[in-house]
């Protein structure tokens, strides 16, 4: 009995060693860098850094396009009301002291008889230019 639990726990280290070794065979071929998964982490895992640096750099430019936005809003805001003043103050200067007198009424004119012309008003069209048709396709 003892040598059939020694037999089989001899079989049983051999399986596990094979199996190891097979894991092991995997792995290495899983982290090879030229053609295996490792190869494909390494590549991205460094876009992921250039991504991120790229992103860095844009958050910053939009950061300083934002506050210079700002400052040119409050600069327009600024000569808004400096023009809604002066329209102010010119609608105050122009303004009449004292209304207008009323123009002179016109006596009415007795109307004419126009005699229709005999000859028929023409009507010239001109042809538009082929380079103008070519420019706009």
């Not at 590549?43 to 506050?67: C, F, I, P, W, Y």
Request: aromatic share 2%; proline share 7%; charged share 20%.
């Amino acid at each position: 009995m003892q040598y059939i639990a020694d037999i089989l726990m001899g079989l049983g280290a051999l399986g596990a060693t094979i199996y190891c070794m097979v894991l092991g065979s995997r792995l290495k071929r899983f982290n090879q860098l030229e053609n295996g998964m490792g190869g494909a982490i390494a590549v991205l895992s460094a876009q992921v850094d250039d991504m991120t640096k790229a992103l860095n750099r844009a958050q910053g430019a939009s950061a300083n396009s934002a506050e210079q936005l700002r400052g040119l809003t409050e600069r327009a805001e600024q000569a808004a009301q400096r023009l809604e003043l002066l329209i102010a103050t010119m609608q105050e200067r122009t303004a009449p002291a004292a209304p207008a007198p009323a123009p002179a009424p016109v006596p009415p004119v007795a109307p004419v008889a126009v005699e229709p012309d005999p000859r028929r008003a023409r009507v010239l069209r001109r042809r538009s230019r082929t380079s103008d048709l070519e420019a706009a396709e």
